[in-house]
T-cell receptor, first 114, second 112 residues
């Protein structure tokens, strides 16, 4: 199956700075890459996703980049705010595994220091 | 949480007892999933359903069974709970393409 690695496991930034979280995947057949934000005691919330036919996608302060050749993708958060503090998960979907199942990274705990 | 409810939200049970967790959706989505979340492992797929009475195994299905008799309900059963099944369980739903998944609020299960 797919193997997704995520780095770093923890990240602290000053408010207003940028944060970058990186993920790599193992199966070149994977073609869908979502990012989820999870706040304490809640379920993961989809914040942005990218499909393999594009290299970058932006939504306000959040962007995701994809390098299919290197099999890695990254989440970029600009102008960070305290409410961005949460655990972020990347995932990859391999259509060959059935029902487009998602394989998740192990998460990055982002802390934005006011 | 995208019209998804999970019940119960918290449960403590003893080793060897059966446990059933329920996921209910109001979105009429085709796909439903059960994941478990453990420290250091992210979320791992247990079972999924691609329609009423259509289910299949995920990455960590041993010790779990599922049933889906109605579009809106997906049940996860632990036939004989073990301490290794202490975890937070999340249900997710997806529309026609099965890619974009939305998660419920989770059930924290403790097996003593």
């Amino acid at each position: 199956g797919e193997n997704v690695e995520q780095h770093p496991s923890t990240l602290s930034v000053q408010e207003g700075d940028s944060a970058v979280i990186k993920c790599t995947y193992s199966d070149s057949a994977s073609n869908y890459f979502p990012w989820y934000k999870q706040e304490l005691g809640k379920g993961p919330q989809l914040i942005i996703d990218i499909r393999s036919n594009v290299g970058e996608k932006k939504d306000q302060r959040i962007a995701v980049t994809l390098n299919k050749t290197a099999k890695h993708f990254s989440l970029h958060i600009t102008e960070t705010q305290p409410e961005d503090s949460a655990v972020y998960f990347c995932a990859a979907s391999n259509p060959q595994t059935g029902a487009n199942n998602l394989f998740f990274g192990t998460g990055t705990r982002l802390t934005v220091i006011p | 949480d995208a019209g998804i409810t999970q019940s119960p939200r918290h449960k403590v049970t003893e080793t060897g007892t059966p446990v059933t967790l329920r996921c209910h959706q109001t979105e009429n989505h085709r796909y439903m999933y059960w994941y478990r979340q453990d420290p250091g492992h992210g979320l791992r797929l247990i079972h999924y359903s691609y329609g009423v009475k259509d289910t299949d195994k995920g990455e960590v299905s041993d010790g779990y069974s599922v049933s889906r008799s109605k579009t809106e309900d997906f049940l996860l059963t632990l036939e004989s709970a073990t301490s290794s099944q202490t975890s937070v369980y999340f249900c997710a739903i997806s529309e026609s393409d099965g890619l974009v998944q939305y998660f419920g609020p989770g059930t924290r299960l403790t097996v003593t």
